[in-house]
């Protein structure tokens, strides 16, 4: 969940119930999964935002719909078998690859919708490094995909 108060509190229970009750492994609060949730971006920004994630999902084929969503859960059981020193993006990247890792050791991932809103407090880290680091990124973790155990 992100600090600058641009996730919803109360949509913490839903996640958590998602991972708790209704089978999921880790529960990713979906701008994206029912149409478009957000409320207060520029257009640019969400252009930007909501390509990228269809962009992740064409090079990955992964089942998800918001892969750079930074409101989620996940079960102690997913990031105990992810080695996180193995992780190798710093930038938003992180998040599709802490997805992607968990999708490829077969953990059952569920998109719960949800409306974003901008952010309250902060600013944005976006760079053109950050970018490039999840353009390219994409490319080079789904190539070595098909050189890594999952098992």
């Known amino acids: 969940m992100d600090a600058d108060f641009s996730h919803n ?23 994206y999964v ?3 949730n957000i409320v207060n ?7 930007m935002s909501y390509f ?10 992964m089942p998800i719909h918001d892969s ?4 989620k859960c996940y079960k102690r059981e997913v990031l105990e078998k992810i080695n996180l020193d193995k ?13 992607f890792t968990s999708w490829m050791l077969g953990f059952k991932v ?5 409306i974003f809103t901008d952010r309250q ?3 944005s880290k976006m760079s053109s490094g950050i970018f490039f680091e999840a353009f390219i990124g994409v490319i080079q973790m789904k190539i070595n995909s098909f050189f890594t155990s999952w098992k």
Request: charged share 20%; with cysteine; proline share 4%.
């Open 9 to 31: 509190p109360e949509d913490l229970l839903r996640l958590l119930n998602q991972c708790n009750n209704l089978g999921s492994d880790v529960a990713i609060g979906s701008r």
């Open 34 to 36: 029912k149409g478009v």
């Open 41 to 47: 971006w520029p257009m640019s920004r969400l252009l």
């Open 52 to 61: 990228a994630s269809k962009y992740v999902k064409m090079i990955t084929g």
């Open 68 to 71: 750079t969503a930074g409101f």
């Open 87 to 99: 992780i190798k993006f710093v930038g938003y990247a992180f998040q599709i690859e802490m997805k």
């Open 110 to 114: 569920f998109e719960v919708p949800v």
């Open 121 to 123: 407090e902060g600013n």
